[in-house]
Structures are given as structure tokens and as C-alpha cells.
């Protein structure tokens, strides 16, 4: 059995343990998710110190004993030392480890997500708009766990949408055009007259936003002028589906829309 790994990771937590010690949660590049110690990581002299804070990339070696992993070594790779000049965009990276962690299951491995995490905090490193570099790390983490609906078309009927579509996005994260809708609320029972069940009406250019952030080979910096009601609107669609997907309260979003003056 392996007991010893070297492994490129991201910091996503650590926190104290004991007089001196610190458990540390990693994301690794050939192990996934891990939670692991760091001995002697609190102590004034220690070799740890400012490497195994979050957002870093790091090389890491890891020792495993019959119960958890100890880290024997660590070396800075990348520190994504921009981050922390903006509030903005300290709060989105905040905002994107916690997304992260309450998304993946310790153990877990996956070489597309390790790529999407770090690729994610490159791109804010190198002034990638936060609020664009948040939404989009929202769509493709549910891309890539399988739980992105086909946006491009009405969940119905399949039609796909055009400048002229009507788009409404309900509270089950199903986007509808008009008479599915419709029929919806009539299989539903509600009154189409008195009752119809609370959607939000979504333009067809969130549409083209939303498959622009999915592609592959965007450039790292990129300027798109986006109004404050369609940052709404994609906050809500990604909101909704991430809500479906991880069931959990995200408490980062609470502060994020605080700071956004939401």
C-alpha cells in the first residue's frame, strides 16, 4: 500500500488543532479532496508559515498513516498575490472555496475540476472580472458534475431560443418559453388569470452570456459590459441551478451580495 505522495494541490481551509497543530483541506491533483495535518504549523518559528494559506498552489508531499494524511513537505507554487488587492475580488475567491467545498465530496478526483479551480484563480490573478470570473466557475463546475441544464432551449418543448423569445426561468430551474409555461401552471392547477407560478423573465442575451462562459479557449482577460439588471439575471439562473445541485446554504453569497449592494 502507498503511504507517500507528491502531488500539486490548492489550499481551500485550514483551521487549528491542538496547542500547535492545523488541518488543512486540499483539493490535489491525483488524490482530490483530502483532509490533512500540518505538525507544528502554528508555532511562531514554524517552516509552514504563509504556505498553507487558502488560494495557494502548492507542491506538497504527503505522508498517509492508517487514519489521515500528514503533510511532510510544502512549496508554494503560485500565491495569487493579486487577489488580495481587491475586496472584490477577495470576496468572489472566498465565495468560489466555499462553492468548491460544499460541491465535492471528500476523496473525490477529478483532474477537470483540480484545472477548474486553479484555472479560476489564474484568471483573477490576472484581473479577470470577478463578478464574470464567479459566474462562470458557477456554470462550469455544474458542467462538469452534470448538473447544467441544456439552456440553449426551452426544457419543454426543446425550441431553441431566438432575439425574440419570450424566457422565463421558474423556481424548479426550468427555462420555458410562453405556452410551456402555460402549460406548466395548467398541470401545476394554478389559475393562468390569477395564479401563475412566480418565474422571471430572462433575455435572450443572458442566454448567449451564459454558452459564451461555457466555451473553451476564452482569453484570460476579456471586457464585457454587462448591465446591473443582467448581472441580476444571471445571478439568478446560476443561483437556482447551483441551489438544486448542492442543497446546502452558501453563506459567502450573503456577504458577496452585501458587498455588491444587493
Avoid at 500540518?38 to 506538497?60: Q, Y
Avoid at 465530496?105 to 484545472?115: A, I, T, V
Avoid at 470570473?133 to 452534470?146: D, I, T
Amino acid at each position: 500500500m502507498q503511504r507517500s505522495f507528491n502531488t500539486r494541490a490548492v489550499i481551500l481551509q485550514k483551521r487549528p488543532i491542538g496547542e500547535n497543530d492545523v488541518s488543512i483541506t486540499l483539493y490535489c491533483q491525483s488524490l482530490g479532496k483530502i483532509q490533512a495535518i500540518a505538525k507544528g504549523a502554528r508555532k511562531i518559528a514554524s517552516h509552514w508559515s504563509g504556505h498553507l494559506e487558502p488560494l495557494n498552489l502548492c507542491k506538497i508531499q504527503l505522508y498517509k498513516s492508517t487514519t489521515w494524511f500528514t503533510i511532510t513537505q510544502c512549496q508554494i507554487e503560485q500565491n495569487f498575490n493579486n487577489i488580495y488587492k481587491s475586496v472584490e475580488t477577495l470576496t468572489c475567491a472566498m465565495l468560489i472555496l466555499e462553492i468548491f467545498q460544499k460541491s465535492t465530496c471528500d476523496l473525490e478526483h477529478s483532474m477537470e475540476l483540480f484545472d477548474l479551480i486553479w484555472e479560476t484563480f489564474h484568471r483573477l490573478n490576472l484581473s479577470y472580472p470577478a463578478f464574470l470570473a464567479l459566474e462562470r466557475f458557477k456554470l462550469q463546475l455544474l458542467k462538469l458534475n452534470g448538473a447544467l441544464p441544456n439552456v440553449a432551449t426551452c426544457a419543454f418543448c426543446r425550441q431553441r431560443w431566438n432575439a425574440l423569445s419570450n424566457i422565463w426561468l421558474d423556481p424548479n430551474g426550468h427555462l420555458s418559453c410562453d405556452k410551456c409555461r402555460e402549460t406548466d401552471n395548467v398541470r401545476a392547477g394554478n389559475s393562468l388569470a390569477l395564479n401563475l407560478r412566480p418565474c422571471n423573465r430572462i433575455s435572450f442575451e443572458i442566454i448567449k452570456l451564459i454558452c459564451y462562459l461555457l466555451g473553451k479557449n476564452q482569453p484570460k482577460n476579456i471586457k464585457i459590459h454587462i448591465s446591473s439588471s443582467q448581472k441580476q439575471q444571471l445571478q439568478l439562473i446560476t443561483h437556482t441551478f447551483l441551489q438544486h445541485f448542492i442543497n446546502r446554504e452558501i453563506i459567502g453569497e450573503k456577504i458577496h451580495a452585501k458587498m455588491a449592494g444587493g
